[in-house]
């Protein structure tokens, strides 16, 4: 999982198409079921470090693709 920090976006919605999953919406078209990871996204941002420079995608990416319900999961 990827964050991105609402207060640096300027909402260009380049990173839309760059996501594998399609787990980035702009704020108008998210999906209701989507809306509670706004807050998360938000919260997350301040904490975790930003990312300069691109790496590979860790080696079980595929696996959690397709998989829903993962938040149980996530380490803060």
């Known amino acids: ?3 991105i920090d609402p207060e640096e976006c300027i909402d260009c919605s ?3 198409p760059e996501c594998p999953v399609t787990a980035i ?3 108008d078209d998210m999906p ?3 809306h509670e990871f706004l807050e998360l996204n ?3 941002s301040l904490i ?3 990312i300069s420079t691109m790496v590979e995608a860790p080696p079980d990416a595929a696996e959690w693709e397709e ?3 993962k938040r149980q999961y996530l380490e803060r």
């Open 42 to 44: 938000a919260e997350l």
């Open 14 to 16: 380049l990173c839309e």
């Open 1 to 3: 999982m990827l964050v």
């Open 67 to 69: 998989v829903k319900e």
């Open 32 to 34: 209701e079921d989507q």
């Open 25 to 27: 919406y702009a704020e």
């Open 48 to 50: 975790w470090p930003v």
